[in-house]
């Protein structure tokens, strides 16, 4: 599997997004968000998940790409364990 293939984890593609994304607007979300996950405030993952995804809506690339289906993927599988 290449590393194009490989699924992400939240944390691992927020912090692609502080590290890589162009938009320095963006990036201050996702370091924000990273900031909030470790506080380890109740529905933070979750909740920042949705932030940055949204954030990186104009956001194009590859590594872009791979982000946005891993926080996607994320968020789809953590609403279906909801009862």
Do not use: Y
Request: with cysteine; net charge positive.
């Amino acid at each position: 599997m290449s590393d194009k293939e490989r699924k992400l984890g939240v944390v691992e593609a927020i912090s692609v997004v502080r590290d890589q994304c162009p938009s320095g607007a963006v990036r201050r979300v996702a370091e924000q968000a990273l900031e909030d996950i470790k506080s380890r405030r109740s529905g933070a993952l979750r909740e920042q998940a949705f932030n940055v995804l949204s954030a990186i809506k104009g956001w194009r690339s590859d590594r872009a790409t791979l982000v946005h289906v891993s926080l996607k993927e994320f968020l789809e599988q953590d609403a279906a364990r909801k009862p």
